[in-house]
């Protein structure tokens, strides 16, 4: 599918539920999970005119294994059914924030997050837009991991198929999950052949770890962990293409994330708390 949008830029907006999208053209939803299932009410209204949400389930794709991978499996999707100059990933509830935010009273989706006009303008100067780092400040990248979620030994496999595959990427691994901050959320703004080359680097791995672990005994938000791991991926290879010289590190963008729904902080600093101080999982996402 080619959108042959304004400067081939697409950002997609991955949604599980009928949710409201940024109005502004350089953004489209994409259904993800959609194998088997009625096209939703995802639609975005703009100018009165209403357009259909891309869904993940035509061409080649891995709907059917949207249960493990969340948003992941709109991004293979996008791999090979988009034909785009630039691509980005947000969330239905996070975007990119905008640079006009605090000096807009508006709340409406499209006054708080990145702009088209904005879109174009980093897409020149930079190859690749990601979130800030987060801070985890008393847990590293591996504890926070280890302690909130199903142990270390997902971390571990992934390691030992870097490893095994890829050795040249290993120290940025061990570099990656020993470190404090990392670009979460499984967000970018990028040349799209530099997606496809992170792709074919990515899927690969995790699926092997799926393989290898299963999912036995585990609900449906540990199920998700091939998805949740690849965050930490992502950092992993975009580390090794700056160490290598293959992505400049004056062409890395960064943009500050923009969560469009009540956070419980509270309560997530309770969670998170509770994991680091008592190793008490997370039981759902906050």
């Known amino acids: 599918m080619n959108l042959q949008r304004q400067d081939d830029i697409c950002i997609m907006v991955a949604c599980h539920k009928a949710s409201l999208i940024a109005d502004d053209d350089i953004y489209r939803p994409i259904f993800v999970g959609s194998l088997g299932k009625m096209s939703p009410e995802f639609k975005r209204i703009m100018s009165g005119e209403r357009i259909e949400a891309l869904r993940d389930d035509e061409g080649q794709n891995i709907s059917s294994k949207n249960y493990m991978y969340s948003e992941l499996s709109g991004l293979y999707w996008a791999r090979y059914n988009l034909d785009v100059k630039y691509l980005g990933l947000v969330h239905y509830r996070r975007y990119f924030k905008g640079s006009l935010i605090e000096k807009s009273a508006d709340k409406a989706y499209s006054s708080r997050v990145l702009s088209g006009q904005e879109a174009r303008e980093l897409m020149g100067k930079y190859d690749i837009v990601v979130p800030k780092k987060r801070n985890y400040f008393i847990e590293t990248i591996y504890s926070h991991y280890e302690h909130t979620f199903a142990g270390g030994a997902q971390l571990d496999c992934l390691g030992e198929l870097i490893e095994k595959h890829c050795p040249d990427y290993k120290a940025d691994f061990d570099s990656f999950v020993s470190s404090r901050k990392g670009h979460m959320f499984n967000m970018f703004l990028a040349k799209k052949d530099l997606i496809d080359e992170y792709c074919d680097w990515l899927f690969p791995l995790i699926d092997e770890m799926a393989e290898i672990l299963g999912f036995e005994g585990l609900d449906d938000f540990y199920k998700r962990y091939p998805?949740?791991?690849?965050?930490?991926?992502?950092n992993v290879w975009l580390m090794h293409q700056q160490r290598?010289?293959?992505?400049?590190?004056?062409?890395?963008?960064?943009?500050?994330?923009?969560?469009?729904?009540?956070?419980?902080?509270?309560?997530?600093?309770?969670a998170f708390l509770m994991a680091a101080v008592f190793k008490k999982k997370y039981k759902k996402s906050f």
């Open 227 to 234: 998805g949740r791991a690849s965050e930490r991926l992502f």
């Open 244 to 270: 290598c010289g293959l992505i400049d590190k004056e062409r890395v963008g960064y943009v500050k994330s923009l969560y469009l729904g009540q956070v419980n902080w509270p309560k997530k600093i309770t």
